[in-house]
């Protein structure tokens, strides 16, 4: 049999009342049990120390990751709106793209069946983006889609302003035709000789009047019917002194039976500018100015080019 030991159990007053008797094997074990029991309770004192150590840092990262999502949010909320105005960017693309149509139609102006669409040959319209995803959900289809649609909306941006600068270099040279071609009168004054066969006011004869009469008082200044170059001054034939202008494009005028010209050749003239004074050189029967208008060398109908 393994040996008992005793203990004593002592009253208040300090003596002996119970005797307990254990063996070895159970104290030892009891003995154990106690020593696991410190070393468990120095492991859970241990743990409570480190925790209550990290607790700062924990609240700092969870601070930190409630930072990250509210960026997050934040990024995916700025997503949608850069796609909103992707799409309002492409509807008025589409808008200056109609404008710029619109304008040809009024001008009767053909678009070059060669010239690509705003979105390239044959390409259509992109659909509008859908910004409309939930903040809680991956926005990487989005993204893909906003950079697909940017790259088209810098293609038709492209197409867009070549389509502008040949519109405008069309009316630019429409607008120079308008300001070359006659659309005035030279004097203000009145008509006594039509453009056409008349009796000629000399010979009494049948003859072809290549101009317009306009009767003014002597002296009274001749102004250019449009933009254009004076190309001569001096004495022509029966006409007496004239200025003839070259507009261009084939047009050119000429003014007749002039007391002075106010300009030498070469100089530069726009519509308005007084170019000579009216007289009554050359065969007349009084103070007018002879007014032709010449297409590529061929005289028409000066009236036709009076608008005012």
Known sequence: MGKKISFFVLSTTGSPTKQLTMSKGLLKGLSLLLMF???????????????KKMLPSTSRLKSKIDNQEDEIVTQRQQIQNF??????LKTKLIDLNRFEKKIRIIANID????????FGVGGSIPEDLNPKIELESKHNSLLRDMHEQVEQ???ASVHQKDGFESLLKYL????????????????????????????????????????????ALKKSPI?????????FVGLKGMLGKVVVLDHGHGISTQYGHIDKALKKPGEKITRGEEIALVGNSGRTTGAHVHYEVMLNGLPVNPEKYIID
């Open 83 to 88: 796609a909103r105005e992707i799409n309002s």
């Open 153 to 155: 909306l810098n293609v």
């Open 223 to 231: 102004i250019a019917t449009a933009d254009g170059v004076v190309a």
């Open 37 to 51: 029991a410190l070393i468990a309770s120095g492991f859970v004192v241990y743990d409570y120390y480190a925790l």
């Open 111 to 118: 678009k070059s069946s060669g010239q690509e669409g705003l």
């Open 172 to 215: 630019d040279e429409q607008r120079n035709i308008l300001a070359s071609t006659p659309a005035i009168k030279p004097v203000d004054g009145w008509v006594t000789s039509r453009f056409g066969y008349r009796t000629s006011p000399f010979t009494g004869k049948r003859e072809f009047h290549k101009g317009l009469d306009i009767a």
